[in-house]
């Protein structure tokens, strides 16, 4: 059993399409919220998302766009793009929005929420202190998270209570150890920040036991003109040349 993992693919349709050119073959996907956001194409993301059937949870984008986040905690740029999406919004899709989960749980102690346990949709996991307190707070396996868009993993090792942080900005993989538990970011397909600027999704494999984590080109500059034809801030587009 194999789950593609997709995150922040913010309304971003040649890094979703490029990525699900890129994967062979997965049983079912999830989506870890952020589907739209900073990008010009809104309703054919949220389309795309619908159509792989998957399980999904929102973020703090999808959830600002249908008024159940306060715009007041985004910047300029982002608070820009949300109103503007929320103008394109079709009637299903804002339903669609409004239908999400914070939280879902893959089997047995392995969850997905797209920022972390303790605050599902605002919450950045950027270091090893936030890292060891959801560790002691909730009790799974593998959390899988975005929100970030930095693609990486932190283990928590229960022989000797380290933690450990591993980058994954070129991509890798992750082989599920018995005596480790862990919190992974895929990295985000629509607007990676981890300065490789091309698309970042994850494969769980259930049976072996393995994140494998890969990254893909995409046509950036079509992503770009769109942002811009749109009217949306230049800087939206002129960041995803960065991945930053
Ligand atoms: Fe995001």
Redesign the pocket.
């Given at each position: 059993m194999k789950i593609g993992i997709l995150s922040?693919i913010?309304s971003n349709s040649e890094a979703i399409n490029s990525v699900l050119k890129n994967i062979k073959r997965v049983d079912e996907f999830i989506c870890l919220g952020?589907i739209v956001?900073y990008g010009a194409d809104p309703n054919y993301c949220i389309e795309k998302v619908k159509d792989l059937n998957c399980k999904c949870v929102g973020?703090n984008?999808d959830f600002a766009v249908v008024g159940k986040v306060n715009i007041n905690y985004f910047n300029y740029a982002a608070r820009a793009a949300i109103l503007w999406t929320s103008r394109q919004l079709k009637k299903d899709n804002i339903n669609f929005l409004l239908s999400l989960n914070k939280k879902i749980e893959l089997k047995n102690k392995v969850f997905a929420v797209h920022g972390s346990p303790q605050d599902p949709i605002l919450e950045y996991i950027l270091d090893k202190n936030t890292a060891s307190l959801i560790f002691s707070k909730f009790n799974f396996k593998i959390c899988f998270v975005?929100?970030s868009?930095l693609a990486g993993c932190f283990s928590l090792d229960e022989n000797n209570n380290q933690i450990d942080y591993i980058n994954y900005r070129n991509g890798g993989r992750i082989e599920i150890s018995k005596n480790k538990r862990y919190i992974i970011n895929c990295g985000?397909v629509g607007?990676p920040r981890d300065g490789n600027p091309k698309a970042s999704y994850g494969i769980y494999d259930l049976k072996y036991g393995i994140v494998n984590i890969y990254r893909v080109s995409y046509p950036i500059h079509l992503t770009q003109d769109k942002i811009i034809n749109a009217g949306l801030p230049k800087s939206l587009a002129d960041r995803l040349s960065y991945g930053r």
């Open positions: 922040d913010h952020d956001g973020g984008h975005g929100h868009h985000s607007q």
